[in-house]
């Protein structure tokens, strides 16, 4: 039993989807059951998530902007690999269809819950296409939808696993059945009563992790358009080295702290049951790409991490008085109530500062806090964390740097900056 989850970038668009047949025929056994984790194509979620906002802002011009954007960009695809007369095209446009169809229900004042309903359709279109596209290239597979499979509470937008009946719906689909192929969504589930969740942002390599857990599989693979992991994001760091083997560990350390490359949730399942994590490129597949496992030695790599559009909130009592426990937790309720990421913060006797991801949520929390608090922050914030630093990395890095927050341990520093 083997996982593969590939991500967006693999199946940005018709002419992509050969890498996944490539991959197949040269990393895969013939009698290999394996289950493929497929994300919703290209920048399809970005695309869904804008007209999440405009449909709850009931922009109606927006909204069918936005939606023609998503049709027509599939339906090109779908013409491309299908043809315009193929059943193949009609399953396809009948998944947009469904979607213009939710889109023209009466909105909830629930944004999480129509989030869920809304982006969920990028997974089911791309796990379509790619089922499709095995299909007609020699590989017979199995189209899983994972809302039926994957079963949630109703905590939209980061929905928590109800991992009993996970694994009996995935005991009954897959374990009952080895040699076979399976094609299912990433970052989606299901509550019990069949209403659609997510799992959160990028939480397809987690769904691959949950599949891995519930199937005992031999290993998982992450394909991504980079050769491993590496030390630092290569946008901001051209001399970025790859980092070969990783203890489970450390590979956690950096995913908490805002490495990309892996979500956050992945890593822990598969280190509870010894299961390999490999990530590699989909690009040139014989690489050796990146090893997690149970090893004993850390690596002394320094990794750097850099975090945009952060917002920094410095909270203090309007009546002078101290920061207490009773104050901390209407803070932390109030920014979990939210579903918002706490990335650093820093407590003294008259003030809590905490940096948080920038969306349109911060002007809500702003509201409520300023009844009681006085609020201050400062907009467009970095976050840089370097793992196993030096002075002369953080020298490097602060240069030109007004540094806001700083906080650090044995192996970590973490700078909270302005440019």
Not at 84 to 110: G, P, T
Not at 185 to 207: A, H, M, P, V
Request: glycine share 4%.
């Amino acid at each position: 039993m083997k996982i593969f989850k590939f991500g967006g970038a693999s199946v940005k668009n018709a002419e992509s989807f050969s890498s996944v047949t490539n991959i197949l025929n040269n990393q895969t056994a013939k009698h290999d059951t394996l289950v493929i984790v497929i994300s919703a194509m290209g920048k399809t979620t970005n695309l869904l998530e804008k007209l999440t906002d405009a449909y709850f802002e009931h922009n109606i011009e927006e909204v069918k902007n936005l939606y023609k954007q998503t049709r027509d960009f599939h339906y090109l695809q779908s013409i491309k690999l299908f043809g315009v007369a193929s059943l193949k095209h009609i399953e396809i446009m009948d998944i947009l269809y469904k979607l213009n169809e939710r889109l023209q229900q009466n909105v909830s004042d629930n944004y999480d819950y129509e989030y869920d309903q809304i982006v969920s359709y990028g997974e089911l279109l791309s796990s379509r296409f790619l089922s499709s596209f095995l299909e007609i290239n020699g590989f017979s597979n199995t189209l899983l939808d994972s809302r039926k499979i994957i079963i949630t509470d109703s905590s939209y937008r980061s929905a928590s696993i109800k991992w009993d009946i996970t694994k009996t719906n995935i005991d009954s689909k897959i374990k009952a059945h080895p040699g076979n192929i399976y094609v299912t969504q990433g970052f989606i589930g299901g509550t019990e009563d069949k209403t659609t969740t997510t799992l959160g942002r990028e939480g397809s390599d987690f769904s691959a992790s949950i599949f891995a857990f519930c199937t005992d599989a031999k290993e998982v693979t992450v394909w991504k358009d980079v050769p491993g992991i590496l030390n630092a994001d290569p946008l901001f760091f051209p001399d970025a080295v790859k980092i070969d083997f990783l203890s489970y560990h450390d590979a956690i350390e950096l995913a908490y702290y805002g490495a990309k490359v892996i979500h956050p949730k992945t890593v822990k399942p598969l280190q509870n049951k010894g299961i390999p994590l490999y990530v590699k490129s989909f690009i040139q597949p014989s690489g050796t790409g990146t090893k997690i496992s149970e090893v004993s030695s850390h690596t002394k790599v320094p990794s750097f991490i850099i975090k945009k559009q952060l917002i920094l909130l410095t909270i203090s009592p309007k009546d002078f008085s101290f920061v207490t426990e009773k104050s901390l937790s209407f803070i932390f309720a109030l920014i979990a109530d939210n579903s918002l990421k706490i990335n650093m913060m820093q407590n003294s006797a008259l003030s809590f500062s905490l940096c948080l991801d920038t969306n349109s949520r911060i002007k809500n929390i702003i509201q409520a806090l300023s009844i009681d608090f006085s609020v201050k922050y400062n907009e467009n914030t970095e976050l840089i964390t370097i793992w196993h630093y030096n002075d002369n990395t953080i020298s490097t890095l602060l240069k030109n740097k007004t540094v806001l927050l700083e906080e650090r341990t044995r192996h970590t520093v973490q700078f909270l900056v302005k440019g």
